[in-house]
């Protein structure tokens, strides 16, 4: 059978080298069989019937074999019918500790009949006991006295299991010690589990005529009294908890986990040294114990069912997928997190890799996590959850399962995902709470292989009036540089339901982030977010400024009685060049007038691209579209106030190839006909065409040219061939021109490169030699301030701990850290007695340090990456950067490496971010005085 003889003791849960000593408390006549599945005292025999030892074989064999039970946990217990058994148990007089366990258990099952009952006064009266911290004596209590068993556990001469089964004894409780291998704090997922390292004990107690687990020492939980370096500040709702304001006392609850386990559940942690006592119809083999998958104890709590992997190590390229199913019913209340590690041979924390993990639901009933990696490496996965619908104030996110994932390949091109909100990816509670629900897209990410036009339509499940809900989107480029993308999401509110149009620019991965505030709100709520994964062909302009706030009709149009007759929708699918909009008019003194915008048009010139005729109370406007792509046209109201905005339209013009005119039937047997005489040539309109396209090179105006170009290839003479390719010629070093000033301008990245390879493209480069220089200019120091903030962004959580962890820093640590949180909107009021600074380079202050250590231990959305990610350097006020550039004017960049490398890192971007501004700036920057203090209470110059 296997069975050994004696063990050695590596933790509380290993049995004493010694042979217990149970005491000689006066008990009842008939006490309870002791059992253990080794020989906890040479007197036991072996009982193979119950695959254990025995100190009455015969009277053990009358138990019933280990069998699995017939019915769950879930099914015969509910804490809330056992409050008085607890409270009492709690509340034992601790004079018992003094009197012999007959008199302990005596009081614990007072006045109960059942076994269950039984069962859990005594595994709450143990879990509630504070043996660590305890008064007991070192020298030995009697051992008749209760006060021994809790000293034997103290000193490592007994332990838990052995106590549970000592008061199941004396109540009469069938219970055996079992013994084997367990997956605790000391295990690393994946490894071979070691025979001592890896010891424990735990128990099974017949309740009812079913064996149920329980491990008290597991279920044993110590709460409160934190170390006060592990935790300076705690988030609590608004507000900061330090630690030196937290409460000491510790005292100690149970977990229920521990308390009837399930056999399914306990076997992911619990290995018995016989087979047998897993309670299982098909236990597993001690090999499978070590490979399969590790899942914890809310895995089963939230009843999550493991799709894949089954196995604790996964093997892979650049990147697996992990996959759970979730309860349906309960799906909208439970929430998901993670934590990836890059594991390392040395002891220590190690360093954190949140972008590379995409965590959604794809639908209601399933969780998918994918995870990459661009260097060959081992990786820990940690999935944690919780049930937010749980009240109790100790209740939190805790591990769900524990994978190591090995990745086999160095791939230069894995990028990592988009940054995750706050609130995960996908539909959830926070849109649902919204009063949204999702009628296009039900998972956490939208797959477009097609152009890379989207849209995502959401049905409404509340009476609110939508049309004053500010709504808006933002979609985020995903991969290395993370970044905005302006104007390329507008919505609308169509037939009582919400609808976002997104243009993605091009092949690739972004965030939608989709943001509302009702009338009650102070400021707009992230209430769903997506992740595009795009693989259109081409590339898509951005939607045309200033229609972010909603399509559609505005707050004046039915108060001005207004009616749209063409077009109700605030989004146009056209490909005819002339657009015809309608409205009717109910008030005749209402005047109406239409804009038109576009990226290629410009507005002086946008009038000649509409035609108004009106006939009673009808308004048509007819619209010309100029080439393929997005415009934007407000119609206007006025009744003698001035205009209001009554109607946003957004168009997406595709210009068709089609033949304008169809070949008759016979068209394909015909002989080609020959060219158009000469006469056709002499068209009277060829002159007029030609000469505004030279006035409108001479001008330099690029619609003027479209519309003469077009007007050219209207009349199909082959013999202005030549003129049409120079004006073409001439409308692309236009449009290059153009393209290429505006980013520079903008100071954009994406629009300077798209901008510099549409120059190469069209090759124009050398009639646009200086632009492009320009532009080249530009996008070098928006790569480099990219790569200094990317260099931030790859500081590991052990650096930036490191440089938390001072408590006198060096003085060039304290300054550097000083200008990153000043760029970052940190006052010298945040941080007294930084004055002295300038005077006294080496003046430190440990009441400033101990702010900027809160500063730097924010996590989530205030952490100083976070903030460092999302700080645009336009927004920067120039006299705040010449004030972080004077904070460490007095130290060098090896000065700074030689102390901290991680503050070099900060330095660097410091340094780089406010020699940019100062750039930008170069005009005015003598007259700005420097700057660290809301008050302006600095006097440096820059002398």
């Known amino acids: 059978m296997g069975v050994i003889s004696s063990k050695k003791n590596p933790d509380p849960e290993a049995p004493s080298s010694t042979e217990p000593s149970f005491g000689k408390p006066k008990v009842a006549p008939e006490l309870g069989r002791l059992l253990s599945t080794y020989q906890l005292i040479p007197s036991f025999k072996e009982c193979a019937e119950l695959h254990c030892f025995a100190d009455d074989v015969e009277k053990a064999k009358l138990l019933p074999p280990p069998v699995p039970p017939t019915t769950k946990k879930h099914e015969i217990f509910d804490i809330n019918k056992y409050k008085k058994v607890d409270e009492r148990a709690v509340k034992a007089p601790s004079k018992l500790l003094k009197q012999p366990l007959s008199n302990l258990v005596e009081y614990l099952t007072e006045g109960l009949e059942d076994d269950l009952s039984k069962v859990r006064a005594i595994y709450r009266w143990v879990t509630c006991q504070p043996v660590d911290s305890m008064k007991i004596p070192n020298k030995e209590p009697s051992q008749s006295h209760t006060m021994f068993q809790l000293w034997r556990i103290k000193h490592r001469k007994g332990n838990y299991a052995q106590l549970i089964s000592l008061l199941c004894r004396f109540a009469q409780l069938p219970c055996i010690i079992i013994h084997g291998k367990l997956k605790g704090s000391t295990y690393e997922v994946g490894e071979k589990l070691d025979e001592e390292q890896h010891y424990g004990e735990w128990n099974a107690v017949l309740v009812d005529g079913n064996w149920r687990f329980i491990n008290a020492y597991w279920g044993t939980c110590a709460e409160g009294g934190t170390e006060e370096e592990m935790w300076e500040v705690v988030d609590k709702g608004d507000g900061e908890l330090k630690g030196d304001q937290q409460s000491r006392q510790l005292f100690y609850s149970c977990d229920e986990n521990y308390f009837l386990t399930d056999p399914d559940q306990m076997v992911s942690t619990h290995l018995p040294s016989q087979p047998s006592w897993q309670l299982l119809a098909n236990p597993v083999t001690e090999d499978d114990f070590t490979e399969n998958a590790f899942l914890k104890d809310r895995f089963f709590n939230m009843n999550l069912k493991l799709k894949k992997p089954k196995k604790c190590v996964v093997m892979c390229q650049s990147e697996t997928e992990l996959v759970f199913e979730i309860p349906k019913e309960r799906s909208l209340n439970l929430d998901f997190q993670h934590l990836l590690f890059r594991m390392k041979s040395t002891q220590g924390n190690l360093p954190r890799y949140d972008r590379y993990v995409f965590l959604q639901r794809t639908n209601d009933e399933t969780l998918q996590i994918r995870v990459r990696s661009p260097v060959a490496d081992t990786f820990r996965f940690e999935l944690v959850g919780k049930d937010v619908t749980v009240r109790d104030k100790t209740y939190d996110y805790d591990w769900i399962a524990i994978y190591k994932l090995v990745f086999g390949k160095d791939d230069d091109s894995i990028e990592p995902f988009p940054e995750c909100p706050i609130i995960g990816w996908g539909p959830g509670r926070a849109m649902m709470e919204f009063g949204l629900a999702p009628m296009s897209h039900f998972g956490g990410e939208i797959k477009n292989k097609d152009d890379g036009k989207i849209e995502v339509k959401f049905g409404t499940t509340s009476d609110k009036d939508w049309n004053k809900v500010k709504i808006h989107g933002e979609l985020v480029k995903g991969g290395g540089e993370s970044e905005p993308l302006p104007d390329h999401v507008i919505h609308r509110v169509e037939n009582g339901d919400v609808i976002f149009n997104v243009n993605t620019p091009k092949t690739g991965e972004y965030a939608l982030k989709l943001y509302a505030k009702g009338e009650r709100d102070k400021e707009a709520k992230n209430i769903c977010n997506y992740m595009i994964t795009s693989e259109q062909k081409g590339e898509n302009y951005a939607f045309p400024r200033g229609f972010q706030g909603g399509l559609g009709p505005k707050e004046a149009f039915n108060s001005l009685g207004l009616r749209a007759l063409s077009h109700q929708s605030g989004m146009i699918e056209t490909d005819e060049e002339v657009l015809e909009i309608s409205f009717e008019k109910t008030n005749e003194n209402i ?19 509409i035609e108004e005729t009106v006939e009673g109370n009808i308004v048509t406007y007819k619209v010309r579209l100029p080439q393929t792509g997005n415009y934007g046209i407000k119609v206007m109201g006025n009744r003698g106030r001035g205009n209001e905005n009554v109607y946003d339209y957004v168009v997406q013009y595709k210009k068709s190839h089609k033949k304008k005119s169809k070949p008759s039937q016979n068209a394909a047997s015909e002989m080609p006909k020959p060219p158009p005489e000469p006469q056709v040539q002499r068209d009277p309109r060829l002159t007029e065409y030609i000469q505004t396209m030279k006035r409108a090179i001479q001008e330099q105006n690029e619609t003027d040219l479209e519309l ?82 990317h260099a931030v962004l790859g500081l590991d959580q052990k650096t930036i701990a490191e440089i938390r962890g001072y408590q006198h820093p060096p003085p060039a640590v304290h300054h550097v850290m000083m200008a990153s949180l000043l760029l970052l909107g940190h006052w010298e009021e945040e941080t007294e007695k930084i004055v002295k600074r300038y005077k006294d380079p080496d003046f430190h202050c440990t009441s400033d340090w101990k702010n900027v250590q809160i500063a730097l231990g924010k996590l989530g959305k205030d952490s100083i990456k976070r903030k460092i990610q999302e700080l645009k350097v336009n927004d920067i006020p120039l006299d705040v950067a010449l004030g972080a550039r004077d904070l460490i004017r007095d130290f060098t960049l090896d000065q700074v490496r030689m102390v901290s490398a991680g503050g070099a890192t900060f330095y660097i971007w410091v340094r780089g971010l406010t020699e940019e501004i100062e750039k930008r700036n170069a005009e005015i920057v003598h007259t700005v005085r420097p700057r660290t203090s809301q008050r302006r209470k600095d006097k440096t110059s820059l002398g």
């Open 591 to 609: 005047e109406l007038s239409l804009s038109l915008t576009g990226n290629t048009i410009r507005p002086e010139m946008a009038k000649r691209l």
């Open 708 to 789: 003469a170009l077009d007007d050219l290839k209207n009349l199909g003479l082959p013999t202005v061939k030549d003129e049409i390719q120079y004006g073409e010629t001439e409308l692309d070093v236009m449009r290059c021109r153009r393209e290429l000033n505006e980013a520079t301008e903008l100071k954009d990245m994406d629009a300077l490169k798209s901008a510099l390879q549409l120059t190469k493209t069209k090759n124009v480069e050398n009639r646009l030699t200086e632009e492009v220089v320009r532009a080249k200019a530009m996008l070098d120091r928006l790569r480099n301030i990219a790569k200094l903030m």
